[in-house]
C-alpha cells in the first residue's frame, strides 16, 4: 500500500530532523569539555580544507580541558587559526605540539546566549518537521485523488498528526534539557 511508503518517507525525515538537533546541541558547551565541540571545524592544511578531526587527535584529559594533539607537526598553526576563526570563546593555548583549550567558566549572560541559540536549532528542526508534514500530507492528497478510500485519507491524516506533534515533542525535551544543562552553574 501507498501509504506506508509515504509514513516510511516522513518518519525519515522526521528523524533526520531531531537527530540534526540533537547533533547541534552537543556543539554547545555547558563548561564541560566535549570533542564535538571542536571536532567539525574546518582547518586549512595541506592546500584543501579538512576537518579537525581528520587532522588531529581530540581528547578531553579532564572534565575542563579539550587537548588537540596534531597528527603532523606543521599542522598546528593552521589549527590555531581555525580555533580561534571559529570563535567558540574559548582561546587555544599552544604548547609545542600540543593544543589545549581551557573551558571557561559560563557567566549567566553567555548561558542565555547559549539557550537561545539552542531555541533557535530546535525551532529549525521543527520547521524541518513540518516541511515533512506537508510533504506527506500533499502525498497522501494525490493518493486520494489516485483512488485511495476517505477512511484511510482520514486516518491516515490523523497518523501524520500523531507523527508529528511525537517528533516535535521529542525536539521539546531535548530543548528543555539542553536548557536546563546550560543553566545549571
Known amino acids: 500500500m501507498e501509504t506506508e511508503s509515504i509514513f516510511k518517507k516522513m518518519n525519515q525525515e522526521m528523524n533526520k530532523s531531531i537527530d540534526h538537533v540533537t547533533h547541534e546541541f552537543s556543539t554547545l ?10 571536532e ?9 580544507s579538512m576537518k579537525l578531526r581528520d587532522v588531529a587527535a581530540i581528547t578531553t584529559p579532564d572534565a575542563r ?8 607537526k606543521s599542522t598546528a598553526q593552521p589549527i590555531e587559526k581555525a580555533l580561534i576563526d571559529a570563535r567558540l570563546g574559548i582561546t587555544p593555548i599552544v ?7 581551557p573551558m ?13 541559540m539552542a531555541q533557535g536549532f530546535a525551532e529549525n528542526s521543527r520547521i524541518g518537521i513540518r516541511a515533512s508534514r506537508k510533504e506527506a500530507m ?3 492528497k494525490e493518493a486520494q485523488k489516485d483512488g485511495l478510500p476517505e477512511d484511510d485519507f482520514k486516518r491516515s491524516e490523523k497518523d501524520v498528526q500523531k507523527s508529528t506533534d511525537d517528533a516535535v515533542n521529542k525536539i521539546n525535551q531535548a530543548l528543555s534539557s539542553k536548557e536546563g544543562d546550560l543553566r545549571k552553574v
Open 65 to 72: 580541558t579539550i587537548q588537540i594533539q596534531p597528527w603532523d
Open 138 to 140: 500533499d502525498a497522501l
Open 104 to 116: 571557561p567558566e559560563l557567566s549567566g549572560e553567555r548561558r542565555e546566549e547559549l539557550c537561545k
Open 95 to 101: 604548547n609545542g605540539e600540543l593544543i589545549r583549550m
Open 40 to 48: 567539525n571545524i574546518t582547518v586549512d592544511v595541506y592546500g584543501s
Open 29 to 38: 558547551h555547558t563548561g564541560k569539555a566535549n570533542p564535538s565541540m571542536v
